[in-house]
């Protein structure tokens, strides 16, 4: 009995594969051996969409912020950081 226990990600969008490689690196260790060539082609209106969807854009913009800032399109930095913000007046209250 042969059970093929492996998953198909050829339809996960690639924008969510990079979203769960950000979150997952360790701070350090990770972010230097973050292949910045992933980041490349990918569609960033997505990619926040899917960030706001899970609701991981605080642990998101906190480990983007430590990566190549030039491969990462301004409004995608502002956009979290405006929720990131967002959320940390929301706790203070």
């Not at 042969?2 to 690196?25: Q, R, Y």
Request: aromatic share 10%.
């Amino acid at each position: 009995m042969g059970n093929n226990n492996s998953l198909d990600l050829s339809m996960i969008p690639k924008e969510l594969v990079i979203l769960l490689e950000i979150i997952t690196m360790d701070n350090e260790d990770g972010i230097e051996s973050f292949n910045d060539e992933l980041l490349n082609d990918i569609n960033w209106d997505l990619f926040l969409r899917l960030a706001m969807y899970h609701r991981v854009y605080p642990i998101l913009y906190s480990k983007l912020k430590k990566i190549n800032k030039a491969l990462v399109p301004p409004h995608v930095f502002q956009t979290l950081y405006q929720e990131y913000k967002k959320i940390c007046f929301k706790c203070l209250n």
